[in-house]
């Protein structure tokens, strides 16, 4: 079981380019998470999926988009990174429902705008 | 929404001493709260919740407390290991009420056990 897997785990970008932020997970759970961190700030919701087909708007959503593709991939795009954007980025993943709200997180992808 | 407050933001104690770290929330609604532990360069990790129909919870050497007339949880560590040294992170849902989805995290603890 790897659990919640994310790719790449770094990466350097310019001002005004894309990119996009894998995760899967291998744990059947519904939904899914993006979080950036960032000092001083803790871990701030950027996009929320319940489950396959939905997605929400989290926190702080501006400058990004999300697709659920399917039950275990949730992916996260920069459509045009800014330096604001430079954060540790994680991907978690729940069982919606279960008595039990634990959130498992992957190992994050640290992300430099320049 | 929800709002939470974490303090202090950094923690540093001897070993085998105790350690307290407080979270105050904003919606009196909310009625579950995760702590997560976070190593140096990893993904943070549940180490215990707690929801409002209980006033404290215990698993061998940490506990979480809630006081939800003061709207304040807190996490109590005991007998401290350098093992524990780590960034500490309480949670509330975001919209309030129990939403075992969408949650605001407070701003983090970074804890040193000194040996």
């Known amino acids: 079981n790897a659990g919640v897997t994310q790719t790449p785990k770094f990466q350097v970008l310019k001002t005004g380019q894309s990119m996009t932020l894998q995760c899967a997970q291998d744990?059947?759970?519904?939904?899914m998470y993006w979080y950036r961190q960032d000092p001083g700030m803790g871990l701030r919701l950027i996009y929320y999926?319940?489950?396959?087909?939905?997605?929400d708007k989290g926190e702080v959503p501006n400058g990004y988009n999300v697709s659920r593709l399917n039950k275990r991939e949730f992916s996260l795009r920069l459509e045009s990174a800014a330096p604001s954007q430079t954060s540790v980025y994680f991907c978690?993943?729940?069982?919606?429902?279960?008595?039990?709200?634990?959130?498992?997180f992957g190992p994050g992808t640290r992300l430099t705008v320049l | 929404g929800e709002n939470v407050e974490q303090h202090p933001s950094t923690l540093s104690v001897q070993e085998g001493d105790s350690a307290v770290i407080k979270c105050t929330y904003s919606?009196?609604?909310?009625?579950?709260f995760p702590w997560y532990k976070q190593e140096l360069g990893k993904g943070p990790q549940l180490i215990i919740d707690?929801?409002?129909?209980?006033g404290e919870k215990k698993d061998q050497r940490i506990a979480v407390t809630l006081n939800k007339t003061a709207k304040h949880f807190s996490l109590h560590i005991t007998e401290t290991q350098p093992e524990d040294s780590a960034v500490y992170f309480c949670?509330?849902?975001?919209?309030?009420?129990?939403?075992?989805?969408?949650?605001?995290f407070g701003q983090g603890t970074i804890l040193t056990v000194h040996p």
């Open positions: 978690a993943s729940s069982e919606r429902g279960a008595k039990s709200g634990e959130q498992y």
């Open positions: 744990m059947n759970h519904n939904s």
């Open positions: 999926s319940a489950s396959e087909g939905t997605t």
């Open positions: 919606d009196s609604a909310s009625n579950y």
């Open positions: 707690i929801r409002s129909n209980v």
């Open positions: 949670a509330a849902p975001l919209a309030g009420g129990t939403s075992y989805g969408k949650l605001t």
